[in-house]
């Protein structure tokens, strides 16, 4: 973010001796000269010094951070504990403060200005950092309690988790737990968990939930079989190519191959697994090792596809794409732990 170009500062006293003789207004164009200030420096302006800027308050930071990571005022407001009419007063109180505007409306959230984004990015590091310290005291050896955190198992191990780490060090206790979005969000519900990540948003206002991450589906198989199967032969002739492969799958009723079909193909996929887990590692390792092939979110298999352990078959120009999000459950205010992870995680999401 560019810093705003400052007005200029005053001239300080020359102190330079009197003119040895006056000059009259006549003789010099220039009029009466201040002895204060030499030729060619205009007097200061009278009256009183202009007050420098006031510096902006940080809960207003924190508003504005708050409202760019969940792209809504509504979302925003639950985890600040505020109302959504005082996120916006706030929110329009920092861009008269800046002079700049921060979020234009839409139909469904805000969107943030490029201005906005150059400002978070500025500003989110030193914000946490000092909420972590001043609101919150996680590493000084206080005894807040463990944050239930709970998601996808693959999801979890493969992003959440090694983002979490560096707070885990540092002294904040987490209690991981994994299974279906439906069954995660009712635990929440029921307060077993303090987060969630749920592959859907859930309905009604009670659990305030934020985007977090979009993942991007691959069909993939291994060298071999992606040999077999021909080069560009899934572009061309569709699901026909995939006669007679084997199908690795999470669930037996194929919940990501059905809608990978569906939404690229543009078809019902009628056929049956030949293996199901239901964990997502477990289904890469098989067709990394040459079971079948299957359906992945790219964020588990980019290293695979960088390597060449496994191949993708089809790079359709609009693949599909599941939101993952986080959801809170009210009245975890009382745990300071419960916002650092939930924070920490909204702003490492970017580099998954």
Not at 219 to 232: H, T
Not at 269 to 281: E, H, I, S, V, W
Not at 304 to 322: H, T
Request: net charge positive; hydrophobic share 40%.
């Amino acid at each position: 973010m560019r810093n705003r170009e400052s007005n200029g500062s005053r001239e300080g006293s020359w102190g330079s001796p009197p003119e040895p003789a006056q000059v009259s207004p006549a003789a010099d164009p220039q009029g009466p000269r201040n002895p204060r200030n030499p030729p060619g420096r205009s007097a200061a302006p009278s009256g009183p010094r202009q007050a420098p800027a006031a510096p902006v308050n940080l809960s207003l930071l924190r508003t504005f951070l708050a409202v760019h990571r969940t792209g809504s005022y509504t979302a925003a407001a639950p985890l600040l504990g505020l109302s959504q009419p005082t996120v916006t007063t706030q929110i329009r109180a920092l861009e008269r403060h800046l002079g700049r505007q921060l979020f234009e409306r839409q139909s469904r959230g805000v969107a943030s200005t490029p201005f906005a984004d150059e400002l978070a990015d500025r500003v989110a590091g030193p914000i946490d950092a000092l909420a972590a310290v001043a609101d919150r005291g996680p590493f000084d050896g206080d005894t807040a309690a463990p944050v239930h955190l709970a998601g996808p198992a693959d999801f979890l191990s493969s992003c959440a988790l090694r983002v979490l780490a560096p707070l885990v060090a540092r002294g904040v206790r987490l209690r991981v737990a994994t299974g279906l979005s439906d069954d995660l969000l009712e635990g929440l519900r029921a307060g077993r968990h303090d987060l969630v990540v749920s592959s859907r948003r859930p309905r009604g206002r009670t659990l305030a939930s934020v985007p977090l991450a979009d993942e991007e589906f691959v069909l993939v198989a291994s060298p071999e079989w992606a040999e077999r199967i021909g080069p560009d032969r899934v572009a061309a002739e569709g699901p026909a190519a995939l006669s007679g492969v084997p199908l690795v799958t999470y669930a037996e009723d194929l919940p990501i191959a059905r809608r990978y079909w569906r939404h690229v193909f543009g078809r019902r996929l009628t056929g049956q697994a030949a293996l199901t887990m239901p964990d997502l590692r477990g289904v890469l390792t098989a067709v990394t090792a040459g079971a079948g092939v299957t359906v992945l979110p790219d964020y588990l298999c980019r290293a695979e596809l960088a390597s060449g352990a496994l191949v993708p078959l089809l790079s359709p120009e609009d693949p599909p794409i599941n939101t993952a999000y986080l959801v809170q459950r009210p009245g975890t205010a009382d745990n300071p732990h419960v916002a650092l992870v939930r924070d920490h995680l909204l702003r490492e999401s970017r580099t998954w």
